[in-house]
């Protein structure tokens, strides 16, 4: 008995001094749980507030806001009923949701002065455009950049020319989720029923 009460001190000490790297690793595993049961929380939130999607025949490549289209999805391997549209809609827009299933993503949050006193609209353009010419250029096997913004976005002079001329990037409006914090916004594909986890990325703009 006594030789065990002094293992478990050996063990307690050896806990106390534990290097610096293993504590680091420690708090980040830690934290990861942290934010994925809170992305959790909110997802289930909005799936459950969420308003049903239109049916998948409403003109996809168009938004009312732009005069350009995107280009044409190949059609979807199955057809969805309207039982189904609920849960295999994506997390983003229609065309995503025209994606299909098993997308490799690539994330981002993008938001404004309000939350980001440092932020600055040519400044951040600047840089999304050369993340999306690196993605071009890195990772042109199929992935997808999603774009998780606000209401400092704007349709006519960002989204719809950015779209239009890259059909591998959305724009997905959180304007109706601003209760999720900005940046937990790129967390929100690990949740997406149409995104392949094993192929998803997250990055800071």
């Known amino acids: 008995m006594q030789n ?37 929380i909110l997802l289930r939130y909005n799936y459950l507030t969420r308003p049903i999607y239109p049916p998948l025949h409403v003109n996809y490549r168009k938004r009312p806001e732009c005069t350009c289209s995107r280009p044409e999805l190949p059609p979807l391997l ?21 994606r299909g299933p098993h997308q490799r993503i690539i994330a981002i949050s993008l938001f404004g002065p309000k939350e980001n006193r440092m932020f600055q609209l040519n400044r951040s ?25 606000d209401n400092t976005i704007t349709l ?7 779209e239009c001329q890259n059909p591998n990037v959305d724009f997905c409006s959180m304007n109706s989720k601003l209760f ?22 997250i990055y800071k703009l």
């Not at 999720?180 to 990325?201: E, N, T």
């Open 156 to 162: 006519s002079d960002v989204i719809c020319p950015i």
């Open 4 to 40: 065990l009460k002094k293992k478990l001190c050996r063990e307690m000490m050896k806990l106390l001094v534990m290097p610096t790297t293993h504590r680091c690793f420690i708090h980040f595993i830690f934290f990861a749980i942290i934010v994925t049961f809170i992305v959790y």
């Open 78 to 98: 199955y057809n969805l009923t309207s039982n189904q549209i609920e849960s295999q809609s994506s997390l983003c827009n229609h065309y995503a949701t025209r």
């Open 180 to 201: 999720i914090p900005p940046k937990i916004w790129r967390f929100i594909p690990a949740g997406d029923p149409l995104v392949d986890i094993s192929k998803y990325l």
């Open 125 to 149: 353009l600047g840089f999304l455009k050369e993340l999306i010419n690196d993605i071009n250029t890195i990772y042109s096997d199929d992935f997808i950049l999603r774009i998780y913004h």
